[in-house]
């Protein structure tokens, strides 16, 4: 039965970021300041991301899957309050030698990847800047890439900022996150 435990924790110092251009800022490249915390920047209008690499616990039941909650903020140097994100999530299994070097090379053969979106708070009456909005976003094993519990994975966020949907034009700034059984 699951449980909604946490299975694992994403800090942003123990991310990398995916690559390429208009990456996230953030994790060994320097953490974004939001006030009096720290975390990973996702540019506007680019689709990048970063990732962790985590082994799920063996107890871990994943009855019907994982839900990944974040948490994220308004970047009070590159604000947009009130206005939409698109984010997309992703878990590969890691393991075998050629699904590893596959997964973390070329960000491929990933599960599915599912997208949540997530308003960024706007409030007239207080500063509009660097408020938090939590969202997440269930995945069903058979989107997990095969994942397992006592399996190493990596999980990618990447805010898909080219997306239509996303009007934020802004920084949003990723400052944590967990997986979560379910």
Do not use: Q
């Not at 720290?38 to 962790?52: D, E, L, R």
């Not at 990944?68 to 997309?88: Q, R």
């Not at 030698?97 to 997530?118: F, K, P």
């Amino acid at each position: 039965m699951a449980t909604t435990d946490t299975i694992s924790t994403l800090s942003p110092d123990s991310a990398y970021s995916e690559g390429g251009v208009g990456g996230p800022t953030g994790g060994p490249f320097g953490l974004i300041d939001v006030y009096n915390a720290k975390g990973i920047g996702f540019n506007k209008s680019t689709s990048a991301g970063a990732v962790w690499v985590r082994r799920l616990p063996a107890a871990a039941s994943l009855g019907t899957g994982a839900t990944l909650v974040l948490l994220v903020a308004d970047d009070p140097n590159n604000p947009d309050p009130g206005k939409v994100a698109v984010f997309g999530i992703n878990i590969a299994v890691l393991g075998s030698a050629s699904l590893y070097t596959a997964s973390l090379a070329t960000n491929t053969a990933l599960g599915t990847e599912h997208t949540a979106t997530v308003t960024i708070p706007a409030d007239t009456a207080r500063p509009t800047t660097g408020k938090t909005a939590e969202f997440s976003n269930a995945i069903t094993v058979a989107n997990m890439g095969g994942a397992a519990a006592g399996s190493w994975v990596m999980i990618r966020v990447r805010r898909l900022g080219a997306n239509a949907s996303d009007t934020h034009r802004g920084r949003v700034v990723l400052l944590g996150g967990d997986l979560r059984d379910t």
